[in-house]
């Protein structure tokens, strides 16, 4: 990580880049050329970005990759670790990292779920870094890169929507403090959430910052259309062209080669280039990947002199170019870029700067969302809680197996049927002693982060309710 010199003047213009780069390791197909290109393509944008975040950058060398085609513009970088196999999270920044640190979520998934599932073993969580863009006090941007926890089964009936909420306000948490402090706030990644989501709602209401895409087209959809919420607006059916441009689709497109099906891709694995029109009819595409920002402050103070507050100026979906040699799509996600500029100092100074840095009140949801909220919680503790003990009893019927099989083989007739026993002994106790430490151990760990989760969750609509008393 480069530590240099701050720069000595504060920028207008800043270019903000999030991309899910889906690199997994010996999973992902074409990973290495993939990442590689996409390096490229950040070094041929126009504007070039001065903030950049990664997900599902699994590996060094695929970092060190794109690190290496863009350090002539991105000087600054970080990759992060976490968990068993690394959090796949890096920034890239074209003013000095003071300081970075990766919180990891407390509430991410279930370690029973690997290998389908593997979010508990990346050790999600939050790549934070402290970037000096000036030289005066302010001139900082806190910059929160995350990729929240995958939504397995549609909202409806999603069994991790309570530990992606959970890991919504941990998110929402970082970026208020930040906020508070008075700095420029960028939260970026793959959020796996639709907006005006409970997640979505959270982020925005507590982390008292703003989704970029929404802020240039408020009117963008919420969701893919066989989203309930969408399907209530009754807009008509979004072309692949409108989704990219006016609903900031990131995921699930018809245009991205990877969400195809088999037969296409196997076309395309051949050698054919299969052309997608941006006229066609795109009903599954959504949003997942987002940009927040918060100015935290009306004004911050630079030489003596006033500076306004940093608003969004511009936003889009990139990376929808195919890889120029394999024709396959860059990643299984698009990216979303965002301009945010600082607005022209006020015209008064003779209010006392200290005023206006402060913030408003604090605002609430409805206290209703917060007891959707407290309830989606307390019924997947419910269900935890119940199979905890399930794989606790399937600990001491293990148990009895192993035993019963160790007893058997001195009636064995035959060394062949010992060793059966035996061996079947051997399994049945390592799986008993995985399922007695997930029953005993992790349901009891899980059990008190959510419990954690739930009191804040109940103190916040006590809150709400208080103010929503005093508006009346």
Request: charged content about 25%; some cysteine.
């Amino acid at each position: 990580m480069n530590t240099s010199s701050a720069p000595s003047e504060s920028p207008s213009t800043i270019h903000v880049f999030s991309l899910n780069c889906w690199g997994l390791k010996y999973i992902s197909k074409h990973r290495r050329a993939r990442l590689t290109e996409i390096g490229k393509r950040l070094a041929a944008l126009d504007p070039l970005p001065d903030i950049v975040g990664l997900q599902e950058c699994w590996t060094q060398a695929d970092f060190a990759s794109i690190r290496a085609l863009t350090l002539h513009f991105l000087p600054f970088g970080k990759f992060y670790y976490s968990g068993v196999f690394g959090g796949g999270l890096a920034i890239l920044s074209k003013w000095p990292i003071e300081e970075s640190n990766m919180v990891r979520y407390p509430l991410n998934g279930r370690p029973g779920a690997w290998p389908i599932r593997g979010d508990w073993f990346v050790g999600k969580g939050v790549a934070c870094a402290r970037i000096r863009y000036g030289n005066a006090p302010k001139d900082v941007a806190e910059v929160f890169c995350t990729h929240l926890h995958a939504p397995y089964e549609p909202e409806d009936r999603d069994s991790y929507l309570c530990h992606r909420t959970a890991q919504a306000w941990e998110i929402a948490r970082l970026m208020r403090h930040a906020t508070e402090r008075g700095h420029l706030v960028i939260g970026l990644g793959d959020f796996n959430m639709r907006p005006k989501s409970l997640a979505h709602q959270l982020i925005e209401t507590h982390g008292r910052v703003k989704d970029v895409w929404r802020e240039i087209h408020p009117d963008s959809s919420l969701g893919s259309t066989e989203d309930e919420l969408e399907r209530k607006r009754g807009r008509p059916m979004p072309t692949a062209d409108f989704n990219v441009t006016e609903n900031g689709a990131t995921c699930d497109s018809v245009l991205n080669t990877w969400r195809w099906n088999k037969h296409q891709q196997r076309r395309l694995a051949k050698g054919e280039d299969i052309h997608i029109a941006g006229s066609n009819t795109d009903p599954r595409a959504k949003r997942l990947d987002y940009i927040f920002f918060g100015s935290g402050q009306d004004a911050a103070v630079s030489g003596g002199a006033l500076q306004g507050r940093w608003r969004v100026e511009a936003t889009s979906v990139g990376m929808t170019e195919r890889h120029p040699i394999l024709r396959c799509s860059l990643s299984d996600h698009f990216s979303i870029s965002a301009t945010l500029t600082r607005s022209p100092a006020p015209s008064s100074t003779k209010e006392d700067p200290e005023t206006r840095t402060s913030l408003d009140p604090a605002p609430f949801l409805s206290p209703q969302i917060y007891t959707d909220i407290i309830t989606l919680t307390s019924t997947y503790r419910t269900r935890e809680r119940n199979q905890g003990r399930r794989r606790l009893a399937h600990f001491l019927a293990q148990i009895g197996v192993s035993v019963g099989c160790l007893v058997a083989v001195w009636w064995s007739p035959h060394n062949y049927v010992a060793f059966i026993l035996m061996l079947a002994s051997t399994l049945g106790f390592g799986v008993g002693i995985t399922q007695g430490l997930m029953g005993g151990l992790f349901n009891a760990w899980e059990e008190r982060c959510l419990r954690e989760f739930v009191w804040e969750m109940e103190r916040v609509k006590e809150m709400a309710k208080e103010v929503a008393a005093e508006r009346k």
